[in-house]
């Protein structure tokens, strides 16, 4: 006949498990205008009649097997004096794009007034603030539970030539981030500062330049774009605006530094000179797997018997062989988990029948993962 057998407190545990996964994106996919004179989009660019964002598939977005990649918008703190609120006609979309943005992500101060962003990540009032970000929201698809820490890295094309940007190539990452961390005062959860390398590996870059900040749980990258360009304008020798940003689409194109680019140029047009230039982007995503393991352990005098209707012959128990000296057994095939009101709430499969008799005991491990 069939037994329940009450676990016990020791016979329950609980075990949390990181699984990661690394996520390389060319930048052929994010672009698709190297070489060109103008930011034709792909048929993977999606824009929108509201011209908030813009987003990005690995297909053409129509297409049923497209997956999304990540959003691209743009910001302006209406408090920097080199973006005042009496921007261009449009630029009271960035406004509220940094707004919303912000208290999402950095909160409010004591007056409830919502934190700007500032590029070491920190609430200090003396922290230098990031007047006109962009951020790139990359989707849970990508990032599942979270970005692996010290694992995130974009590498920008940034050459003075904009129609040839790759000429120099500008490395963005969360260098030195571990899993050890104490950025963890957004609401958006656990942060890390981007910072500039030599390259994608560059092990020494923990304390270069910060330009941006990395959201690990929300998967979205803040990017101080301006002092990153005045950067790798620096590297090449070129002086203040020395890299031009957007090459406007309309019909009398004009080259726009990052500065011009803020103020006048539209998100769509922001968006498609960040795509122009991105190079690649990879990181390690996170799964976290929660697992509840129970020990089913079944006595050397328990568990003998079989409550399948063939383990009988007659009243005899076939497997003694008509031999009543012999002792019973049995093959576990199945381990039930009960509630505490007897109702069955899963079953296990073993992947091939164990054998039970009164000269063993068995301890079969069974996990549920959720």
Same mark, same amino acid.
């Given at each position: 006949?069939?037994?329940?057998?009450?676990?016990?407190?020791?016979?329950?545990?609980?075990?949390?498990? +990181?699984?990661?996964?690394?996520?390389?994106?060319? /930048?052929?996919?994010?672009?698709?205008?190297?070489?060109?004179?103008?930011?034709?989009?792909? +048929?993977?660019?999606?824009?929108?009649?509201?011209?908030?964002?813009?987003?990005?598939?690995?297909?053409?977005?129509?297409?049923?097997?497209?997956?999304?990649?990540?959003?691209?918008?743009?910001?302006?703190?209406?408090?920097?004096?080199?973006?005042?609120?009496?921007?261009?006609?449009?630029?009271?979309?960035?406004?509220?794009?940094?707004?919303?943005?912000?208290?999402? +992500?950095?909160?409010?101060?004591?007056?409830?007034?919502?934190?700007?962003?500032?590029?070491?990540?920190?609430?200090?009032?003396?922290?230098?603030?990031?007047?006109?970000?962009?951020?790139?929201?990359?989707?849970? $698809?990508?990032?599942?539970?979270?970005?692996?820490?010290?694992?995130?890295?974009?590498? $920008?094309?940034?050459?003075?030539?904009?129609?040839?940007?790759?000429?120099?190539?500008?490395?963005?990452?969360?260098?030195?981030?571990?899993?050890?961390?104490?950025?963890?005062?957004?609401?958006?959860?656990?942060?890390?500062? $981007?910072?500039?390398?030599?390259?994608?590996?560059?092990?020494?870059?923990?304390?270069?330049?910060?330009?941006?900040? #990395?959201?690990?749980?929300?998967?979205?990258?803040?990017?101080?774009?301006?002092?990153?360009?005045?950067?790798?304008?620096?590297?090449? /020798?070129?002086?203040?605006?020395?890299?031009?940003?957007?090459?406007?689409?309309?019909?009398?194109?004009?080259?726009?530094?990052?500065?011009?680019?803020?103020?006048?140029?539209?998100?769509?047009? +922001?968006?498609?000179?960040?795509?122009?230039?991105?190079?690649?982007?990879?990181?390690?995503?996170?799964?976290?797997?929660?697992?509840?393991?129970?020990?089913?352990?079944?006595?050397?005098?328990?568990?003998?018997?079989?409550?399948?209707?063939?383990?009988?012959?007659?009243?005899? #128990?076939?497997?003694?062989?008509?031999?009543?000296?012999?002792?019973?057994?049995?093959?576990?095939?199945?381990?039930?988990?009960?509630?505490?009101?007897?109702?069955?709430?899963?079953?296990?499969?073993?992947?091939?029948?164990?054998?039970?008799?009164?000269?063993?005991?068995?301890?079969?491990?069974?996990? $549920?993962?959720?």
């Amino acid at each position: 006949m069939s037994t329940i057998k009450k676990l016990q407190t020791e016979d329950v545990a609980s075990t949390r498990t +990181l699984l990661h996964e690394a996520i390389p994106v060319t /930048g052929s996919l994010i672009s698709g205008t190297y070489g060109t004179d103008s930011d034709v989009r792909g +048929l993977n660019i999606k824009t929108y009649d509201h011209g908030m964002f813009q987003s990005v598939y690995d297909y053409p977005y129509l297409s049923s097997s497209a997956n999304h990649i990540f959003d691209i918008t743009y910001g302006v703190y209406e408090n920097s004096n080199a973006y005042p609120t009496t921007l261009a006609s449009g630029n009271a979309d960035k406004h509220n794009i940094y707004h919303e943005m912000a208290q999402v +992500l950095y909160g409010f101060d004591v007056t409830a007034s919502i934190e700007p962003f500032k590029v070491s990540g920190s609430y200090d009032t003396a922290g230098t603030v990031i007047p006109a970000p962009g951020f790139v929201n990359l989707s849970r $698809l990508l990032a599942k539970d979270e970005i692996q820490k010290g694992t995130f890295r974009l590498t $920008l094309g940034l050459d003075t030539d904009r129609d040839d940007p790759f000429g120099h190539l500008f490395y963005i990452g969360d260098y030195g981030a571990t899993s050890s961390f104490n950025d963890t005062n957004s609401p958006a959860g656990e942060f890390g500062v $981007l910072r500039s390398g030599s390259s994608a590996t560059d092990t020494s870059a923990a304390n270069n330049d910060a330009l941006g900040i #990395i959201y690990y749980q929300a998967g979205l990258v803040v990017l101080d774009l301006s002092a990153t360009l005045d950067l790798a304008a620096a590297e090449q /020798g070129a002086t203040g605006d020395g890299i031009t940003f957007v090459k406007s689409t309309n019909t009398s194109p004009t080259e726009l530094t990052y500065t011009g680019s803020i103020e006048s140029g539209t998100v769509d047009e +922001l968006s498609d000179a960040l795509r122009h230039r991105v190079y690649n982007i990879e990181f390690n995503n996170t799964t976290e797997l929660n697992s509840t393991i129970y020990f089913c352990r079944a006595g050397a005098n328990e568990f003998n018997f079989s409550s399948n209707p063939t383990y009988l012959s007659e009243s005899q #128990i076939r497997v003694k062989e008509n031999n009543p000296k012999n002792p019973p057994h049995s093959y576990i095939t199945t381990v039930g988990l009960y509630a505490n009101d007897g109702a069955l709430v899963a079953t296990a499969k073993l992947s091939e029948p164990i054998k039970k008799t009164p000269s063993n005991d068995l301890t079969i491990r069974v996990r $549920l993962d959720y």
